[in-house]
């Protein structure tokens, strides 16, 4: 196949870059390894509000909208609870925005390859590999969407994530309530080292999960989420399913358990995330708030830039435009952020842990807790068109 633009990964930043680039008039072809892209999702699915505002999410794939915040230290006692006044956060139903993405990037143009694993780099062509064997694929350029882990950087000798958290979590449905919709932090290291455990309730599903540095997990991040999950605040009263399923993730499934889970960047975008032959964009190049380790608003607003520095490329018949996709520009307005994650990364122990929840019930503690949750702090902006289906 010949193709002006392959993009690697039909997470939402390989999506979004592809439709952009079909739009302008470019023939892409996506390859996405997941057979169905409802399956082995990685992500809560937590949108904030500045996406929200930006970009035309298909509203029937989120969830209500949540204003409330509650922080707990490690025994859960005295929590500091933050309202804020505006819708802050709606949770994704991620298959079908995933689907309806794909569906966008269809109707724009793009070919679609599902179950297509990208296997590497020849010297004239990619190699793919989709359910009737190879698949050889001339680009003028390629798009590395494909995780944190990414292969295409690897193969274009681009920067790689080193500072990875990792992230698992169980979904399942809640009954409808009156308890307002919630998003509870837990902040202790015993079980979320070096980041959060959470409860995300927005009276549709409950999501619970835990994240850290998978080596700090005394027992396991799975024993930790366990652990967790046995005793996660906010749900009293809530039926949990399959919480006896600790291993297996099919008995889970059975029981009414959705089981998520993945790294997740935490380095600060990359210096160099491109070449003459291609780009990298969303966890690929490490697009995700250091301290929040939200990564879907950056890897949407990334993939803006990124098609548009692709699409004066392809114009101009100039490889050399992709050297203003430069992550170096876009890692200085991180600085604060990472100094912030180096900070987290430093709460250790429960002890720790409590001394600095005893800030955050300050005043000043507070007002710096709601800037960070309900600010409007977000990626660099760019120029880009409104993402519409
Ligand atoms: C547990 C967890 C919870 C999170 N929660 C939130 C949240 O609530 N809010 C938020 O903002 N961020 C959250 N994040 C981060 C956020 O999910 C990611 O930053 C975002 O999804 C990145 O999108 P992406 O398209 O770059 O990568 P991905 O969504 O990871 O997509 C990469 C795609 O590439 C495909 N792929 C990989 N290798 C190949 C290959 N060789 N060939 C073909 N295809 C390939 C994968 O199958 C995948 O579909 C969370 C992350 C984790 C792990």
Redesign the pocket.
């Known amino acids: 196949m010949d193709v002006d633009v392959l993009v690697?990964?039909?997470?939402?930043?390989?999506l979004h870059t592809a439709t952009l680039l079909a739009r302008a008039g470019h023939d892409v072809l996506l390859?996405?390894?997941?057979p169905r892209l409802v399956g082995?999702i990685?992500?809560?699915?937590?949108f904030v509000r500045r996406t929200l505002d930006d970009f035309a999410l298909p509203p029937e794939c989120l969830g209500p909208p949540i204003r409330r915040v509650v922080l707990y230290p490690p025994s859960l006692r005295r929590p500091v609870e933050l309202v804020s006044d505006r819708d802050e956060y709606r949770v994704g139903d991620m298959g079908p925005l995933y689907v309806e993405a794909a569906r966008t990037a269809a109707a724009a143009g793009v070919r679609v390859l599902l179950g297509?694993?990208?296997e590497g780099r020849g010297r004239t062509s990619f190699l793919l590999t989709g359910p009737d064997g190879p698949i050889r694929v001339r680009a003028r350029f390629v798009v590395g969407?494909?995780?944190a882990r990414s292969?295409v950087a690897r193969d274009l000798a681009l920067d790689r994530n080193r500072h990875l958290l990792t992230?698992?979590?169980e979904v399942f449905a809640v009954p409808a309530s009156d308890r307002p919709p919630t998003f509870h932090c837990v902040i202790d290291p015993a079980i979320a080292p070096g980041y959060l455990a959470w409860v995300v309730d927005d009276g549709r599903h409950a999501h619970v999960?835990v994240?850290g540095y998978a080596d700090r997990f005394p027992h396991g991040m799975r024993r930790a989420l366990a652990r967790f999950s046995a005793a996660a605040p906010g749900l009293d009263g809530v039926r949990r399913p399959g919480v006896d399923c600790v291993d297996g993730d099919e008995a889970a499934e059975a029981a009414g358990v959705e089981r998520?889970?993945?790294?997740?960047p935490v380095g600060g975008v990359l210096r160099r995330i491109s070449c003459v032959d291609g780009l990298l964009?969303?966890?690929?190049a490490g697009a995700?708030s250091p301290l929040t380790?939200?990564?879907?608003?950056p890897?949407l607003r990334l993939s803006e830039h990124a098609a548009t520095v692709l699409d004066e490329a392809l114009r101009a018949g100039r490889p050399d435009a992709l050297a203003h996709y430069d992550g170096g520009a876009l890692r200085a307005h991180f600085r604060g952020r990472l100094a912030l994650r180096r900070g987290l990364a430093r709460v250790r122990t429960p002890v720790v842990a409590t001394a600095a929840f005893a800030l955050l019930r300050t005043s000043p503690g507070r007002s710096a807790t709601r800037r960070i949750l309900f600010g409007d702090a977000s990626f660099p902006d760019r120029p880009h068109r409104k993402y519409s289906r």
Do not use: K, N, Q, S
């Open positions: 690697v990964g039909a997470g939402l930043a390989g390859a996405e390894r997941r082995a990685r992500t809560t699915g937590i297509t694993r990208y969407a494909d995780g292969r992230g698992a979590e999960g994240a998520r889970g993945g790294p997740i964009v969303g966890d690929a995700v380790a939200g990564g879907l608003d890897c």
